[in-house]
C-alpha cells in the first residue's frame, strides 16, 4: 500500500457531483484506474489545479467525506459570486467525468486530542469540521457542533449531521440570528478545545471570545487571510539558501516566493496569500517577520519555520533552508 502524497499535477475524475446546499455542489473524486488514494484525517485539504483564461488556478478544498473510504475523496465548494474564478470554475466545469488535476492531502487544521471538543462552523465552513464530528462521534468523545448559515437550505450535510441529535445546534442567520457565542464560549471549558472553520467576521468574534481561555485553546481554518496585522515596512534584506548555496535580494516590491522563483529555485506554493502552508519553509537564521494567517502564535514566536509568500525579514539577514 503506497500512501505517499500524489505528485503536483495527479489527474483525478469526478465519479459524482450532487447539490449539498443552495449554492454548494458536492463532488466525489476517483482515480481513473480505480485504484487507492493517500490517506488523510480530518481537517485535511487538497490542492486543485483549475483552468481558467489566464492560466491555471490553485484552489485548497477541505475533505469532507470519510478518511476510511480510501477510493475516494469529496470536496464541497460554494459558489462565491465575488470570489477570484475558482469556484465558478468548479460550479460551471467540474461535471461528472471530468478529470481535475490535485495535490496533496495536508492538514494544517488536525482533529487534537481532549476531554471535549466544541466545534463551531459557519456557511460552507463546515467541509473541515464535519470528518472531525464523525471521528469524535465514533472515539466516543463527549462533544458539541454549533452550525449557522445564512438560511437551512444554504447549510450543507444537515442530513450526515442529523444521526447526531442534540449535540448539534443547527442555527440559520435567518431564524435565530448570529450565532450566540457568548453562551457557548463565556466561560472557558476546562478540557476542552475550540475547533472553528468559516468567514473571517465569525473567526474574528470566535478568537474575542476565546481570549480568557487557555493559549492553544483554538484551532481555526481559514478559507482567506486575516485582516492584516501590524507589521513593520517592507525592508529590503538578504537572503541566503542554504541548499542551493545562493545569496539573492529581497527588494520592498517583491515576495521571498517571488524571488526565489526568479532566481529559478524550485518550491511549493499554492494560495500566495499565507493561508495553505504550501510553501512553509524552514529558517536556518534570522528572524522572520510573520504575516501569515496560519501559523499558531508559539510558532511564529518560535521563528524556525516560516511562509515564504507573504512574510519577510526582520533583520538586513535572512537563511532559508532551500
Known amino acids: ?29 476517483r482515480r481513473p484506474d480505480g485504484g487507492m488514494l493517500p490517506a488523510w484525517t480530518p481537517g485535511a485539504h487538497i490542492d486543485v489545479f483549475l483552468g481558467g ?115 448539534v445546534l443547527i442555527r440559520p442567520q435567518d431564524e435565530y440570528g448570529l450565532l450566540d457565542l457568548a453562551a457557548h464560549l463565556g466561560v472557558p471549558g476546562e478540557g476542552t478545545l475550540v475547533h472553528a472553520c468559516g468567514p473571517e467576521p465569525l473567526l474574528q468574534a470566535v478568537q474575542e471570545h476565546c481570549g480568557g481561555w487557555p493559549p492553544g485553546t483554538l484551532g481555526v481554518e481559514r478559507f482567506a487571510p486575516a485582516r492584516a496585522a501590524a507589521t513593520g515596512p517592507a525592508e529590503t534584506f538578504k537572503l541566503e539558501l542554504a541548499r542551493s548555496g545562493l545569496t539573492l535580494t529581497v527588494p520592498p ?14 518550491v511549493d506554493f499554492s494560495c500566495r496569500e499565507g493561508t495553505c502552508g504550501t510553501c512553509e519553509t524552514d529558517v536556518l537564521d534570522g528572524r522572520p517577520d510573520h504575516r501569515d494567517s496560519l501559523l499558531t502564535e508559539d510558532e511564529q514566536a518560535a521563528g524556525d519555520t516560516m511562509l515564504i509568500c507573504v512574510s519577510r525579514s526582520c533583520g538586513p539577514r535572512l537563511v532559508l533552508d532551500l
Open 1 to 29: 500500500m503506497n500512501d505517499q502524497l500524489p505528485p503536483v499535477g495527479t489527474a483525478l475524475v469526478v465519479a459524482a457531483r450532487t447539490l449539498a446546499a443552495d449554492g454548494v455542489v458536492s463532488l466525489t473524486l
Open 53 to 167: 483564461d489566464d492560466g491555471d488556478l490553485i484552489r485548497q478544498y477541505s475533505l469532507c467525506g470519510q478518511p476510511a473510504e480510501r477510493g475516494a475523496w469529496q470536496i464541497a465548494v460554494l459558489r462565491e459570486p465575488r470570489g477570484r474564478g475558482g469556484s465558478a470554475y468548479v460550479h460551471d466545469h467540474l461535471r461528472e467525468g471530468a478529470t481535475v488535476r490535485v495535490r496533496g492531502p495536508r492538514n494544517n487544521f488536525p482533529l487534537r486530542p481532549a476531554a471535549r471538543h466544541l466545534f463551531i462552523a459557519g456557511g460552507v465552513g463546515i467541509t473541515p469540521i464535519l470528518p472531525m464530528v464523525e471521528a469524535a462521534a465514533t472515539a466516543g468523545a463527549d462533544w458539541r457542533l454549533l452550525y449557522g448559515g445564512r438560511t437551512r437550505t444554504s447549510m450543507a450535510f444537515l442530513d450526515r449531521l442529523a444521526p447526531h441529535g442534540d449535540r
Open 253 to 266: 516590491d517583491r515576495s521571498i516566493l517571488e524571488t526565489v522563483e526568479q532566481a529559478g529555485v524550485a
